[in-house]
């Protein structure tokens, strides 16, 4: 802040003097010169007091980390190779110099390198790809270089026999040559990085063992990827079911949990969840118990947790009753269809304003599936469609709220096309242009809108009804709602 004003004041100087007609070219050209001695020698200096490289006690365990069975198992395994580096060294084998996690943000990468550490009794060093990209020439380099350095006397000092050094958002130190506008100091750096890995050599002293972490592998020079560099890949991906619960556990293990509590269930609501999100489901749940002064974590504290989670916090928006009104009638039409087209599958419906939305209704996620036939694809365009279409037969008009619902279809109607489910056949989508893809995109969800209609037209009664509901209660659970379809049937 304090630089801010300082700049600001000094331009002011300099365009006063320029108005009055002073020669400022030198001044410029000295104050330039100085800033950049003054910004060098500070990132010298952080290099030299190794700022900037985190060094962690490691206490994890691979038992710390839930899910991820692949993962562990693939990488204890090449973790065998530092650990018995004799029996390796008597085979012939080749170091093991780099390992290279990659998968969605949140899902372990971090905890994986520490439990690595652990398990092969390493010093750890912990850095970000980010930390190395400066717009001065060879900063970069030489913070790689000092990296290993510090790598090396860390070693010693903690009397190890080797260190891991850890390096995350690899793709913004490690991205293809040439593909940054700064290209030359980036290029320099990784030119670096892939010089001190060449020169890791485990007879003479401390065995240095690269972990990266990346969630964009597409993104990388394929230089990194050579044998003898980064030549052990492990996927971290999202938890499935088992893994979800696994990972609950972990992160109930020190809180109070009620009877009531189902982990099972949480697990089967959360899917898509990494295990950050879970985490945060635990830590949220347990602050919504200390709010209601509860000594012990409840099933509704977890399920308000999923919640705030997945859509954000509870606010105090207050739309008008009219607004009200017309909200409860879409989100009546989604919970509607969606009990229609499959049943079950509604985990709660909410008149109540949450992060973005006004309105919601949550559904109960199909197991962990990984594929999607074209009827399901299909029916989740006709329930993300019923909102608008229930304001629009009960009210006469559609509004505004259904933005975010059209986005949703289109992403699907996207995903139809490319999997080859319309009239277009099999086709390279990226190939066609808005004209050809336009015609077909309104055809699809022309169809589907019709259908959607002809049931949300059958079931206005019960549509009313479940408004009418929802304005009084102002939150219903799935099978509260699914009690009343089936006495209003
Ligand atoms: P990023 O790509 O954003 O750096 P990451 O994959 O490195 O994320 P971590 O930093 O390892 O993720 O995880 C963040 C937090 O999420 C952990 O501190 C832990 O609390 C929780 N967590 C993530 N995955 C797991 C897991 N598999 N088991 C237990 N906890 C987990």
Redesign the pocket.
């Known amino acids: 802040m304090k630089r801010d004003v300082l700049i600001g004041l000094g331009v002011g100087i300099l365009a006063f003097l320029l108005v009055m007609g002073y020669n400022i070219f030198p001044i410029v050209l000295l104050g330039l010169g100085g800033y950049f001695l003054w910004t060098f020698g500070i990132s010298r200096q952080v290099i030299k007091n190794g700022q900037g490289v985190a060094i962690t006690s490691t206490m994890v365990n691979f038992e ?5 069975t692949i993962a562990k198992k693939e990488l204890q395994e090449a973790l065998d190779f530092l650990r018995y580096s004799e029996r390796m060294k008597a085979l012939g084998i080749r170091p093991l110099k780099g390992i290279l996690l990659s ?1 969605p ?8 390198a520490k439990a690595a550490a652990k398990y092969t009794d390493s010093s750890f060093l912990a850095v970000s790809g980010s930390e190395f990209v400066e717009m001065y020439a060879g900063v970069g380099a030489e913070r790689v270089r000092s990296l290993f350095r510090r790598a090396r006397e860390i070693v010693k000092k903690e009397k190890k026999s080797s260190a891991i050094i850890f390096i ?1 958002e690899m793709d913004i130190l490690g991205a293809k040559r040439g593909s940054n506008v700064s290209h030359h100091e980036y290029d320099q750096t990784l030119n670096q990085l892939l010089i001190e890995m060449d020169g890791l050599k485990t007879d003479q002293g401390p065995h240095i063992l690269v972990m990266a ?1 990346t ?1 964009r592998p597409e993104a990388l020079d394929p230089a990194i990827l050579r044998p003898g560099r980064f030549d052990r890949q492990v996927k ?1 991906d999202l ?1 499935d079911k088992e ?1 979800r619960i696994a ?1 609950l556990k ?2 109930t293990k020190n809180k109070p949990l009620a009877h009531d509590v189902d982990l099972e269930a949480i697990a089967h609501e959360t899917f898509g969840f ?3 999100h ?2 945060s489901v635990t830590n949220e749940a347990a602050i919504f118990a200390l709010r209601d002064q509860a000594t012990e974590i409840t099933g509704r504290h977890l399920h308000e947790a999923v919640e705030k989670v997945m859509l954000g916090e509870k606010l105090d928006r207050k739309p008008t009753a009219e607004e009200l009104r017309r909200i409860a009638i879409h989100e009546s039409g989604h919970a509607m269809l969606a009990e229609t087209v499959r049943p079950n599958s509604v985990s709660q419906v909410s008149i109540r304003s949450r992060g973005n939305a006004l309105g919601y209704v949550r559904h109960y996620p199909k197991d962990d599936l990984y594929l999607y036939t074209q009827a399901m694809l299909e029916e989740q365009i006709m329930v993300a469609l019923a909102g608008a279409l229930a304001e629009e037969e009960v009210l006469g008009t559609r509004s505004t709220g259904a933005a975010g619902d059209y986005e949703q279809a289109l992403d699907l109607v996207e995903k139809m096309l490319s999997a080859g489910m319309s009239s277009l056949g099999v086709t390279d989508v990226s190939l066609l242009s808005a004209e050809q893809r336009q015609p077909v995109t309104k055809d699809i969800l022309a169809q589907l809108e019709k259908r959607t209609m002809f049931i949300v037209q059958q079931n206005k009664n019960i549509l009313l009804r479940i408004s009418d509901l929802l304005q009084e209660e102002e939150s219903l659970n799935g099978d509260t709602l699914r009690r009343y379809l089936q006495n209003a049937a």
């Open positions: 710390d980390i839930g899910g991820q998968g943000t949140g899902t372990g990468k971090t905890l994986l995350d972490a969630n971290v938890p893994g990972i972990i992160h990494s295990g950050a879970l985490e």
